[in-house]
């Protein structure tokens, strides 16, 4: 017995030697708080728009606010938007889901704001109820809504008057959650749809189901897979999870096959990603704070905490490689340095 323990510590320093240093040497320093207007809790996806830099943050029960980045400060936050998901833009104009959910008088609508008034200018009642995740392809102007309580994903044409062009089904046919967020990648004609326990890889331009895999993940209250980033250089896909354990997911996105699985700090509902620095960001808003993986070794780099309940959701400048995490339960976004 005394023989073997000194080999399991020189087969432990081996193995910590043999990890790459770039998954080592990054922390990460808080640098500012924003504070926010309106109700603290869970709110839903915040975005960050590199062409204005500006951050759109979906508030609890109502609202979007949207924050300057460069001086730190919201400049506008709008109401009238009910149970607010997810958010995208283009040049002009950014559209945000309300999604009320099913009932007499509810609203499910995606709703059009203004970048030069920040006004509504816009609405569309979405095909079906609690329309959640929501991204713009700004070289088609097309727009693609997944709606939670229907199992579809809604093409629009973008512009002040939206106009539905296409209502895709989803898999499977009768889920528990139904569809969250997705992932659009116009270079390979791709989407990534997270539906329950699967992974969805459509055709963006007919929607037909071209692949799919089974996580076989614990299917909680919100559901099994979230978000998700594609990592072009490596040609991987990463996709969180609602459970912790196995975690994050690393898929070939060509055979849809699990690469591997990574532990998570917490459920993740958002992932992001810096391209640049090749991190990977999940938000986990029971763990209060947000995993960083290195994309390149697909190994776990820090889990950074911001003492918050509610931080399941944030974004990533790829340009200054700062990073925003909403703090629900503070009522904040925190901004965070990664410091080699």
């Not at 459920?267 to 391209?275: E, I, Q």
């Amino acid at each position: 017995m005394q023989r073997f323990l000194p080999l399991m510590g020189l087969l432990a320093s081996t193995a910590l030697l043999a990890v790459p240093a770039q998954a080592a040497e990054y922390h990460f320093e808080r640098v500012a708080t924003i504070k926010l207007p309106g109700l603290t809790g869970h709110g839903d996806i915040t975005t960050y728009d590199p062409m204005d830099q500006m951050l759109y943050v979906s508030m609890p029960n109502d609202g979007l606010c949207v924050v300057d980045t460069r001086s730190r400060s919201v400049v506008k936050y709008i109401q009238n938007i009910p149970s607010p998901n997810g958010s995208s833009f283009d040049a002009d104009n950014v559209y945000v889901a309300a999604g009320d959910g099913a009932g007499a008088g509810k609203i499910n609508d995606v709703i059009v704001i203004s970048k030069e008034s920040w006004k509504e200018v816009g609405r569309a009642q979405t095909d079906g109820t609690s329309p959640d995740g929501l991204v713009v392809e700004p070289k088609s102007h097309l727009l693609y809504v997944a709606s939670d309580d229907n199992n579809n994903l809604e093409v629009y044409k973008t512009g002040k008057k939206l106009e539905r062009k296409a209502v895709w089904p989803l898999y499977p046919d009768n889920p528990v959650a139904g569809p969250d967020v997705f992932t659009v990648v116009p270079s390979k004609n791709w989407i990534f749809q997270s539906d329950d326990s699967w992974e969805l890889r459509l055709n963006m331009t007919t929607g037909a189901i071209e692949a799919k895999v089974d996580t076989h993940v614990k299917l909680l209250k919100h559901g099994g897979t979230k978000g998700s980033i594609f990592d072009a250089k490596n040609d991987r896909l990463w996709v969180g999870t609602t459970n912790k354990n196995p975690g994050i997911f690393v898929i070939d996105p060509n055979t849809m096959s699990v690469i591997k699985t990574i532990p998570e700090k917490g459920g993740v509902d958002v992932v992001a990603f810096d391209p640049g620095l090749e991190l990977v960001y999940a938000f986990e808003g029971g763990a209060k704070g947000f995993d960083v993986y290195d994309a390149n070794t697909m190994s776990h780099v820090a889990f950074v905490s911001t003492g918050s309940g509610n931080t399941h959701t944030g974004d990533v400048d790829p340009e200054s490689h700062l990073v925003y995490a909403y703090e629900g339960d503070a009522g904040a976004v925190s901004v965070w340095k990664p410091v080699r």
